[in-house]
């Protein structure tokens, strides 16, 4: 295993992680690593909903492919000349 140093942590970061580590029962050094690990790689609950999230975007996509799809300048371009039209038929009757 690889050993990291980090250096010039601010103190309350360190009495943080020390706190933490105490609600846990850990060391500050294992609750340092399973600090890092869960933000790196992450448990396994989040990786089991990530691959349900990627797995149902894939079988959305594969429903809707082919389908064509207005982009988003082309409606907000609509959008803007129908406001316009109606903001002129405002003017008319006024």
Same mark, same amino acid.
């Given at each position: 295993m690889a050993t990291l140093t980090v250096r010039n942590l601010d103190e309350d970061v360190v009495r943080r992680l020390r706190m933490r580590a105490a609600e846990h029962g850990r060391s500050a050094e294992a609750e340092h690593r399973e600090i890092l690990r869960l933000a790196l790689i992450g448990d396994d609950e989040q990786q089991e909903e990530r691959q349900r999230v990627a797995e149902r975007l894939a079988e959305f996509r594969r429903r809707?492919? +082919?389908? +064509?799809s207005t982009s988003a300048a082309e409606l907000l371009h609509e959008a803007r000349a129908k406001r316009m039209k109606t903001l002129a038929g405002s003017d008319k009757g006024a």
């Open positions: 809707t492919a +082919g389908r +064509g």
